[in-house]
């Protein structure tokens, strides 16, 4: 009962190790996806500062500086559309570096719950361990047990071999001398 308990554990624990190694795996390459991640969110903000940067330094042109400042009608449609575009790129920039920070703050939670996961699942080993630790110790105290109770019984079995043999030799003396 206790080895069969023994195996049990040990299949268990076995299950156990690999779950922990495919959440280690899983952990890694979240690790190297927010790595990339956080590169990229920084590349993101470095490029934004430096179009915020460029707007301060240059003025922002507004539409109405792009209808002041034009020479003629088609220079007024070249300009608006240049605007347009600009602030197209500018809304995408902006619109991919929320895209990849939310990216990245859902990556470190992944991360986080994959880490709580891996936590949980070696303090199941532990105890695993720990319960198959104490049922070898179960079974070496059985074992020693069953022991100290075949040597009583071995003992106990050459007394009644040396009375049965005694008692034999006393019937073999009662009976020779009935013969005689």
Do not use: P, W
């Amino acid at each position: 009962l206790i080895n069969g308990k023994m195996i049990l554990i040990d299949s268990q624990m076995t299950n156990l190790i690999g779950e922990i190694t495919e959440k280690e795996q899983e952990i890694a390459a979240l690790e190297t996806e927010i790595q990339a991640e956080e590169l990229a969110v920084e590349e993101g903000l470095k490029n934004f500062k430096a179009r915020i940067r460029a707007l301060y330094v240059h003025g922002n042109d507004s539409f109405f500086s792009a209808l002041v400042g034009a020479s003629s009608f088609y220079d007024v449609l070249a300009r608006i559309d240049l605007i347009k575009r600009i602030s197209k790129h500018d809304d995408e920039m902006i619109t991919d570096l929320r895209e990849n920070i939310q990216t990245l703050t859902n990556h470190k939670q992944d991360l986080t719950v994959s880490l709580q996961a891996l936590n949980i699942k070696q303090t199941e080993i532990d105890v695993l361990k720990d319960e198959f630790d104490a049922s070898k110790q179960d079974l070496n105290t059985a074992l020693s047990d069953t022991h100290v109770e075949i040597q009583m019984l071995e003992n106990k079995q050459l007394t009644a071999n040396s009375e049965l043999k005694s008692q034999q030799d006393d019937l073999d003396k009662i009976e020779e001398e009935e013969l005689k």
